[in-house]
Structures are given as structure tokens and as C-alpha cells.
């Protein structure tokens, strides 16, 4: 596990990665640049978003009040907004909100963006769901329980969680990252030009997340698409 010092480091670089990426951050999801791994790769990382978009979509969020951690630019703020009653969508990142903002248009109006630290932040009040994607792999091991506890205290008793995060796949990333191996917990992150970041990256097993939050009150399920995603959704008890 990291020390504090390198942690708190890690967490400072990580944020100015997402800072400067914001710019080219929907490359990784569409696969371009970089990110273009092939058509066979492309084809099947689309068919893997779809089956996470369907288990999304078959949650029960319609008319609830729900809490996006870390949007980013939006790619499941613009999933969710129109379902919900309102959305709360906090992320360290200006630009990544300004992004987020230009996507969804007239539909930014049911939302409220936070500018927060997420290590920092905490509500004055429970939600009905709380969504976090591609989020859980950036938190450090020695923060992962306090995170989930965090989240309990965001929802409601009965209120829902659903996450997303990567599976540990090479051709997820660009062709110039080099994933971290078994126990490191951080990873050199490349932009367009060349600069370099250090940040976290976590990737855990299925059955780890589920006893993690089994521990805090979560009671989920967690599933794998075939290469890409690991997705998990459930409820408070
Ligand atoms: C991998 S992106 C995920 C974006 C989006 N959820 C998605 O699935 O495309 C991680 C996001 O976390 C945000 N972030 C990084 N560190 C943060 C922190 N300490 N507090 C809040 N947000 C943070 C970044 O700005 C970025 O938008």
C-alpha cells in the first residue's frame, strides 16, 4: 500500500491529469488516436457498452434524485439526466464539467454541477442512487473503505449504487500506457502531447468489491463483460 505522502501526491497529480485531459478525453471512449486498438477491438468494446448501458438502463432510477461522482465529461451524465428527477454531478475538474455542461445542452438545467474533491466533499443530504464511473479504480487502497462508507451516508436506506470501471485489459488504454502490474498502484498516464502524469490505478476483483461493500452495508452484485468492463449495482441496506 502507498505511503501517505506519495498517496497525497498521487491524488494532487491525478487531478491535474484530468485537468489537462479533459480535452481529449472522449478519444479513450470512442477509440480514436491512440486508443484505436482495431476494428475487431472497437467492435467488441461498443457491444461491451451496450450490455453495461442495458443493466444501467435497468435500474430503477426514473424520477429519482441521484448523485453522478466524478462525471467527467458527461458520457453517463447524458445516460442519466433525462431519467432522473434531478442530477448532482461532482468532479474536481472545471474543464471536465465545462465539457460536461456543453454535452448535454438544455438538459444541463436538471442538473447540479459541484466543483469538489471528492476525498473532501460531502453532501448535506441523502440521495436515492448514488453512480460513480470509472471512478473506483482511481481511489488508493488505503481510502477504498472510507470511500464506501462515504457512500452509504449518501444514500437513503434502500437507495440504490451503481458503478463502472475497466477490467485489467491492454488494449483498454492507449498503446502507450503500460497497465500496472499486480500490486502497484500507479501508473504513468500520457497525453496527445507527450506530457506525463503519475496517478492511481486499482483494479479489483469482483468478488473483493462485493465483500468490501457487503462490510459497509452495500449489499451488490458485480458483473464482467467479456474483456472491458466490470460493472456493480446494488442497494443500502
Ligand atoms: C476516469 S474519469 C471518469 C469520468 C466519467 N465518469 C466517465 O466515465 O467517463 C475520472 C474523473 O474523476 C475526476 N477526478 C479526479 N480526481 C478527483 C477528485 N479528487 N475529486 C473529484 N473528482 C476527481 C476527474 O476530473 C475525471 O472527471
Same mark, same amino acid.
Given at each position: 500500500?502507498?505511503?501517505? =505522502?506519495?498517496?497525497?501526491? =498521487?491524488?494532487?497529480? @491525478? ?8 480535452? $481529449?478525453?472522449? %478519444? ?10 482495431? %476494428? ?6 461498443? $457491444? @461491451?457498452? +451496450? ?11 426514473? $424520477?429519482?434524485?441521484?448523485? %453522478? ?5 458527461? *458520457? ?18 472545471? %474543464?471536465? *464539467?465545462?465539457?460536461?455542461? @456543453? ?15 471528492? /476525498? ?17 479504480? +482511481? *481511489? ?16 437513503? &436506506? ?21 497497465? &500496472?502490474?499486480?500490486? $502497484? ?8 502531447? #507527450?506530457?506525463?502524469?503519475?496517478? *492511481?490505478?486499482? /483494479?479489483?476483483?469482483? =468478488? ?14 458485480? +458483473?464482467?463483460? =467479456?474483456?472491458? /468492463? @466490470?460493472? #456493480? ?5
Amino acid at each position: 500500500m502507498l505511503g501517505n =505522502a506519495d498517496t497525497a501526491n =498521487a491524488l494532487l497529480e @491525478q487531478k491535474d491529469y484530468y485537468r489537462a485531459r479533459a480535452p $481529449e478525453y472522449d %478519444e479513450w471512449f470512442l477509440r480514436l488516436g491512440r486508443y484505436d486498438r482495431g %476494428e475487431d477491438a472497437t467492435r467488441r468494446w461498443f $457491444e @461491451q457498452v +451496450h450490455e453495461v448501458r442495458q443493466s444501467l438502463r435497468a435500474l430503477s432510477l426514473d $424520477e429519482k434524485n441521484v448523485l %453522478e461522482l466524478a462525471p467527467g465529461t458527461g *458520457i453517463w451524465t447524458e445516460e442519466l439526466c433525462t431519467r432522473v428527477a434531478h442530477l448532482t454531478a461532482v468532479d474536481s475538474s472545471r %474543464e471536465m *464539467i465545462t465539457l460536461n455542461r @456543453q454535452r448535454l445542452g438544455s438538459r444541463a438545467d436538471r442538473v447540479t454541477y459541484i466543483e469538489a474533491d471528492l /476525498f473532501e466533499w460531502h453532501p448535506t443530504r441523502e440521495f436515492d442512487a448514488v453512480v460513480f464511473c470509472f471512478w473506483i479504480s +482511481h *481511489i488508493p487502497v488505503g481510502r477504498i473503505d472510507e470511500f464506501l462508507s462515504n457512500i452509504v451516508k449518501m444514500l437513503r &436506506p434502500g437507495g440504490t449504487v451503481f458503478f463502472l470501471d475497466a477490467r485489467k485489459e491492454s488494449t483498454s488504454t492507449a498503446v502507450d500506457h503500460v497497465l &500496472p502490474s499486480r500490486d $502497484e498502484e500507479l501508473m504513468t498516464r500520457r497525453l496527445d502531447d #507527450g506530457r506525463e502524469f503519475t496517478i *492511481i490505478k486499482n /483494479f479489483w476483483t469482483a =468478488a473483493a468489491l462485493v465483500e468490501k461493500c457487503t462490510r459497509v452495508g452495500l449489499t451488490v452484485e458485480v +458483473h464482467e463483460t =467479456a474483456d472491458y /468492463f @466490470q460493472f #456493480g449495482f446494488g442497494t443500502r441496506d
